[in-house]
């Protein structure tokens, strides 16, 4: 097998023992990336230069003895967190040029882990989408299959994963972005417990929505992730200063005995048939397993998509408020004064997404509207989350599908804004609530494209959530799965 299809684990292994080298294992991803990214776009930035340097260093520290979890790893970052140095666009015309000056706190504990940074990955203009068409940068594509999607916002970093152009990745996620891609790519995504992973230097969308979190080749590699870049960092005003476990110890855990909450409102009409008989063959599996199976409910996630489209646009529209052409991004040179400047800036410099839903924030926080629209959301929202709390009583982890279709086509829903959002109506709830959420792959449809399982844990609880993938990894054997589909079936094979 080559080096860019490997696990982290697995060149871990080959590293340590001195069958490859960290040079040897970057040449390999770029040799990858340079005969497939045209065909996927997967990557907005490419550091190669840099790249070689820190594979340089990693085999040095390999040869002193020095091997951290990630040295000599080669890493791909969604293009929202501010790297120093290298260009951080969030997909967006308005930030193009933007280079920071500091590491987010995640990229810098996964240099001090020894990573090795390819590039920054492509998505959806400042994470405002569900499919990566939305980036000024132009449409990411799946590898499974090119004229399909493959989700978003974080679709670079899902692809990149998929079709080997990294052994990992990370991305953020406000309503499903991780899990959902991650879903439709046939890759491992991890959103964590809002407050787990620092999002200092995490350019902000919805701020008591985001959280950043791993796309990975299977569930092992998630919890060698999760151990580097989980913890408290005191720069960070939600970062939850609590114990952080060590994720590996939970891949052997097995699933006997483990409750698994079955909600009823997520097996509803508007699901792919298709979709629906794999997670449910999925099920079947955990309880084949030893899992024991309990019906629950969570009654107010029919509320969920609207209360989401009220408090994300809301926080967006505040947090974008600072792109205004004045310090830095874009500024349009057409501005007669300085409001004229404003107008013209943000409106060449913004997508019609990211316009429509400042658009939408802005009204539903003005006066006279805020009690009718954001007051009462956040109330639901409370709701929302005193509903998983009563589920968790019954349960350990709920399982569920990640995405209520498969890989649509591009351009499919770019005029129907509705049924864009519908895309995530499986994954926004955790967000509302602030748990963690993991998709792992759990088979195809019929036309060969991935089908992922969510399951969804209590607050802190990703330990539960890697014990249950792993274990459903182990027992429907998905890597030999997802092996044989990619010789067969994916586009780029």
């Given at each position: 097998?080559?080096?860019?299809?490997?696990?982290?684990?697995?060149?871990?292994?080959?590293l340590r023992?001195?069958?490859?080298?960290a040079?040897d294992?970057?040449a390999?991803?770029?040799?990858r990336?340079?005969?497939v990214?045209?065909?996927v776009?997967?990557y907005?930035?490419?550091?190669?230069?840099?790249?070689?340097?820190?594979?340089?260093?990693?085999?040095?520290?390999?040869?002193?003895?020095?091997m951290?979890?990630?040295?000599?790893?080669?890493i791909?970052?969604?293009?929202?967190f501010c790297t120093?140095?290298?260009?951080?666009?969030c997909?967006?015309?308005?930030?193009?040029?933007?280079?920071?000056?500091y590491?987010?706190?995640v990229?810098?504990?996964?240099?001090?882990?020894g990573?090795?940074?390819?590039?920054?990955?492509?998505m959806d203009?400042?994470a405002?989408?569900?499919?990566?068409?939305?980036?000024?940068f132009g449409?990411?594509?799946?590898?499974w299959d090119?004229d399909?999607?493959?989700?978003?916002?974080?679709?670079?970093?899902a692809?990149?994963?998929?079709?080997?152009?990294?052994?990992a990745?990370?991305?953020?996620?406000t309503?499903?972005?991780?899990?959902?891609?991650?879903?439709?790519?046939?890759?491992?995504?991890?959103?964590?417990?809002?407050g787990?992973?620092?999002?200092?230097?995490l350019v902000?969308?919805?701020?008591?929505?985001?959280?950043?979190?791993?796309?990975?080749?299977?569930v092992?590699?998630?919890?060698?992730?999760m151990n580097?870049?989980?913890?408290?960092?005191?720069?960070?005003?939600t970062s939850?200063d609590?114990?952080v476990?060590?994720?590996r110890?939970?891949?052997?855990?097995?699933v006997a005995g483990?409750?698994?909450?079955?909600?009823?409102?997520?097996?509803?009409?508007?699901?792919?048939?298709?979709?629906?008989?794999?997670?449910?063959?999925?099920?079947?599996?955990?309880?084949?397993?030893?899992?024991r199976?309990?019906?629950?409910?969570?009654?107010h996630t029919?509320?969920?998509?609207?209360v989401?489209?009220?408090v994300a646009?809301?926080?967006?529209?505040?947090?974008?408020?600072r792109y205004?052409?004045?310090?830095?991004g874009?500024?349009?040179?057409?501005?007669?004064?300085?409001l004229?400047?404003y107008?013209h800036?943000?409106?060449?410099?913004?997508g019609d997404?990211?316009?429509r839903?400042?658009?939408?924030?802005?009204?539903?926080l003005?006066?006279?509207?805020y009690?009718?629209?954001?007051k009462k959301?956040?109330?639901?929202r409370?709701?929302?989350?005193?509903?998983?709390?009563?589920?968790?009583?019954?349960?350990?982890v709920?399982?569920?599908?990640?995405?209520?279709?498969?890989?649509f086509?591009i351009?499919?829903?770019?005029?129907?804004?509705?049924?864009?959002?519908?895309?995530?109506?499986?994954t926004i709830?955790?967000?509302?609530?602030?748990?963690?959420?993991?998709?792992?792959p759990?088979?195809?449809?019929?036309?060969?494209?991935?089908?992922g399982?969510?399951?969804?844990a209590?607050?802190?609880?990703?330990?539960?959530?890697?014990?249950?993938?792993?274990?459903?990894?182990?027992?429907?054997a998905?890597r030999?799965?997802i092996?044989?589909?990619?010789?067969?079936k994916?586009?780029?094979?």
């Amino acid at each position: 097998m080559e080096l860019h299809a490997l696990t982290i684990h697995e060149l871990q292994d080959k590293l340590r023992s001195g069958e490859t080298t960290a040079a040897d294992v970057l040449a390999s991803v770029y040799d990858r990336i340079a005969a497939v990214d045209d065909k996927v776009h997967a990557y907005i930035t490419l550091t190669k230069e840099a790249a070689e340097l820190q594979a340089a260093a990693a085999d040095a520290a390999i040869r002193r003895g020095e091997m951290g979890e990630l040295t000599g790893v080669p890493i791909a970052l969604k293009d929202i967190f501010c790297t120093r140095g290298v260009p951080t666009t969030c997909g967006s015309r308005i930030l193009a040029d933007f280079i920071p000056p500091y590491d987010a706190t995640v990229v810098g504990k996964l240099r001090a882990a020894g990573a090795v940074f390819a590039g920054k990955a492509n998505m959806d203009e400042f994470a405002m989408g569900s499919s990566t068409e939305t980036s000024y940068f132009g449409v990411t594509r799946n590898p499974w299959d090119l004229d399909r999607i493959p989700g978003g916002s974080s679709g670079g970093s899902a692809a990149a994963v998929a079709a080997d152009e990294c052994i990992a990745s990370l991305g953020s996620d406000t309503g499903g972005s991780i899990r959902q891609p991650a879903a439709l790519c046939g890759v491992v995504g991890m959103k964590p417990t809002y407050g787990r992973v620092s999002r200092f230097g995490l350019v902000a969308f919805a701020s008591s929505l985001d959280q950043i979190g791993p796309f990975t080749k299977d569930v092992e590699d998630c919890a060698i992730l999760m151990n580097v870049i989980a913890g408290y960092d005191p720069r960070e005003s939600t970062s939850v200063d609590i114990e952080v476990p060590d994720y590996r110890s939970f891949l052997d855990r097995g699933v006997a005995g483990l409750r698994v909450g079955i909600p009823k409102e997520y097996f509803i009409a508007g699901i792919d048939p298709e979709i629906r008989t794999a997670v449910e063959t999925a099920i079947g599996v955990l309880e084949k397993g030893g899992a024991r199976l309990v019906e629950i409910s969570l009654p107010h996630t029919e509320y969920c998509l609207a209360v989401y489209y009220i408090v994300a646009p809301a926080e967006a529209s505040s947090n974008l408020a600072r792109y205004d052409g004045v310090k830095y991004g874009f500024r349009s040179p057409e501005g007669r004064d300085l409001l004229d400047m404003y107008k013209h800036s943000r409106s060449a410099g913004f997508g019609d997404e990211v316009k429509r839903r400042i658009i939408i924030g802005t009204y539903v926080l003005s006066s006279g509207y805020y009690d009718a629209y954001y007051k009462k959301a956040s109330q639901v929202r409370a709701l929302i989350r005193r509903d998983f709390d009563q589920a968790f009583a019954q349960c350990d982890v709920i399982a569920t599908p990640t995405s209520p279709t498969a890989a649509f086509r591009i351009g499919e829903r770019t005029d129907d804004p509705m049924q864009m959002y519908l895309s995530d109506i499986l994954t926004i709830s955790a967000n509302l609530a602030g748990i963690p959420g993991i998709s792992v792959p759990c088979g195809f449809t019929g036309d060969g494209l991935p089908v992922g399982l969510q399951f969804l844990a209590g607050h802190f609880q990703e330990g539960l959530l890697i014990q249950a993938g792993a274990a459903y990894e182990t027992l429907a054997a998905t890597r030999s799965l997802i092996a044989r589909y990619k010789r067969e079936k994916m586009s780029l094979s």
